[in-house]
């Protein structure tokens, strides 16, 4: 049987990104949150496989309580149980310490795994770095970025456009990829699946001591970088009005930005005087 | 004795042109930078024959060619070179462990990688390998008052920016989003030291095995690479309408786009869908016609560097972000453009 | 008393919110103007479950918790209240009386087509000459061996244009049509059901409201629902429970137009300020917010009294009136915020200020519900 793990973050929703322009930061605690896009291509890559040949889906997420949700949802959609990592210690990490994180916790919530699936990158950090930072730290092989992904015995096949190259590649399991969205869209969650997700699931809960983590190494504590400074680059933005008569408007919209226009689509836009 | 020279080494993502720009970008950077820490430039450069890659320019040194000569030439002071034949394509883990390994030996104070799908994936193993910490797709590189490297970073989709700095581990790493900084104009005058790198006696297969590998410059990403993108929203009013931003598009040398009610309403296919969905642009110059400005659009639209609204309603969440809100009825004013480009295009 | 929600209703609410956002979001305005019903959109609903929000899991239901239901109808109503009203009616008063009354044998023959979406309910009651006043239904049903003949004409049917299952409700001893009420169960392809025009309305344009002519439509006895004489106590609470469907339905619209009207008044600038910074549009926002809150609470607190299995007629009187009261008055309110704007097509609001006002009519108008309420209250008294 397929032993699939999926890596689910819980993202802020961004239509509802409370950010407060006087103090200059995102008040990440007010933020409902909903499961990273990248994410749900990556559940949705292992439930076709799942659906295809078989197999049995762990989702796990790592986060505050309240990231329980997206591990109901993806059991809603068809994972078979679901891991929350959460614990106060955990908060402030980086990518580098995230993947130790998730590694040992899978290592020990799912020993014996065959293949790890992970979202490309998350909209809200967008590094794209704990994927292969998991990998590095499972010491297994692990691709990002894939379109597709086949599951043949113990070797899968993948898919992927990267860069201007469109290429074929195959590892042995237990591997770890990363999934483009694209390909495996979204599926919308079944109510009926919400219901029983809640009634009775399989979630496990589990805290750093529990995954035998140093708490020296995780969280803001174990994290190299450092932020120094977060603002709002459209704030305070002053924009140029235009009213008036359509003719008007363009002539004064060529009279200002003549040579920026035509900067950008290479052409001469001034004309010519008498 | 002298203390060794501190170094910020930029990866030689050479592969092709694309890739190659980015590398030439930060080299320019990484130059400036290292002014200001008094530190020398390194490219690195891992291949097979790059001494006869000759990129779009030939180089003028006899004392340095191909690959390597490129790089002195747009301001390296050294290379690093592995040439050989098992790095004659991309191995992942076989460029990390060389990477670790000479990072290791050198110790570099800074490491610049473009954020090419490859940069990002290798930056992030190689910062794992050696514990350090990584900042991805930056916008910006400074150096502040105690000679940090600071790390200007997007998130959000945009609606962020961050400054990071990687205070005690080193390197300090980042990978630098393609386009956020000018190559310098090449100097074939220029020299510099190659430094040889041996590929280590015990060098394990990857566990990834390429089957195929195919350049595709067929596959076009016209609306996510377009220097100029017309897009349109519900507020064009009608199919008919929304069709002559094309003639508009080809005036300017662009591409369309459409928000989601336009491509449910089928004034549009879903391929010139521009938002979460669909396609993130970044082109010099954004024309948007008729849209409101829905997050999951805009969201896409963050990189424009210039933006040109056009909406009936001046209080739309479109208007608010563009550099110039032109308050008129969209369709109009794009007929008006189009007389006006015709007029002055010869 | 826990006033905060708990996760599983905070989860169904994103679902089904992304889902709205998504699917709805980019034709409501469209489907309104062109009176259109979105089958697009139904079609993806289905398997989801939204046609089977409380059915039984053994005929392909979710058996949701009401408050569950009545946030998913809340959901789509915000976006759309035309099909959260598709949704309302198909849930509450289509599947719930087969469940509640339904023999073993007449469930597994309907309703797996309904909670599939396969077949859409719909409820038949109102006639030219009886509306609120139920007793005076015309609609006859005859025995005839062991078959029912029906004849009459229903009008103002919701999901008539496109029902595939009606229950009518008829009187089958015209000497006695209080107590010889029942509902019969018809399936549409039925020889003598026919669908009539679908209405020209105001609002829930997008839903095919129509009359429905029964022309010696012949059925068999197993397809009424309980025993003749049932019907009067079957359409009650039938009603009792497609109010907090309603309620939720209101609920969406005046929260749609409370949040126009908020992000309106941020971006609006007037005298060289924002609109929400002046008194008057404050204190608009103010009564939107606290009405609205009231409303929430109380359907939620109908929602739980019913599935705590008491009686909540009067709770659910409570919740539909409070409801559709509020889904006016914020509707209007947010249409007068908006200034001139809000009188366009433009906007979305003027659609929720017309789709509104049939939350205080139809299932029992607010007169009715008063009824209901004071009925209620003063046999409390005694």
Redesign the interface.
Known sequence: MLKMVVCIKQVP?VSELPWDPATGTLQRDLA?G?MNPACRSALDAALRIKETGGGEITAITMGPP?A??VL??AI?LGADRGVLLTDLKMAGADTSVTSHTLARAIEKACPGFDLVLCGFSTSDSETAQVGPQLAEELDIPGVAYIDEIGVFGQTVRMQRFTDHFLETLEMDLPGLVTVNTGRYAPR?????G??AA?DGADIVSLDAAAIGLDPERIGAKGSATKILNVYSPTAGKKNIVLTGAPKRIVEQLFERFDDKIGGAIGKDLKTERK | MTAKKRAIWVFGDYRNYFQNRVALQLLSRAKELAAKINAEVCAVVFGYKTDEWTGDVPSYNPAFCGVVGEYIAHGADKVYLADHPRLAAYSMETYTLLMEQLVKREKPEIILIGATTFGREFAARVAKRLGTGLTADCIGLDINSEGLLVQIAPSFGGNLVAEIVTPERRPQMATVRPGTFQEIPHDYVRTGTVVNVPLPKSLPADRVRLVRSERCPQREQKLEDAKVVVCGGRGLGSKKKFAKLFELAELLGGEVGAT??V???DWAGHNALVGQ?GKPIRPQILFSFGISGAIQHTAACNDAKFVIAVN??P?A?MM?RADVAIVADASQICNSLIQELKRRIR | MDFNPC??H???R???R??AE?EL???AH?IDRDARFPTEVVE?MR????F??QAP?AYG?????TI?YAI?IEEISRISAAVGLCLTVHNSVGIYPIVRFGTAEQKKRFLPAMAGGERIGAFCLTEANAGSDAGGVETVAVRDGSDYVINGTKIFVTNGGVCGTALIFAITDTQNPQRSAGVFIVEKGNPGFAVGEIEDLCGMRANPVSSLFLEECRVPETNLLGRPGDGLKIGLATLDAGRIGIAAQALGLAQAAFEDSVR?SK???QFKKPISSFQTIQNYLADMATEIDAARLLLYRACAVRDAGRPFGAEAAMAKLYCSATATRVTNTAVQIHGG?GYSK?YDVERYFRDAKVTEIYEGTSEVQRMVISRAVLARRT
């Open positions: 929703m409902e909903m309240m329980e949700e109901r949802e809603a919308n969650v079944p109510l009926g919400l219901q809640f | 989601r009610p491509v449910y309403a969905a009936k309603n209080n969440a608010k | 996760m599983k905070k989860v169904v994103k679902a089904v992304m889902f998504t979001g980019p034709i469209d993806k398997p989801l479950h939204f089977g929000l899991k239901g979710a058996e949701m918790d569950s998913v309106y971006e609006r600038q704007y433009e």
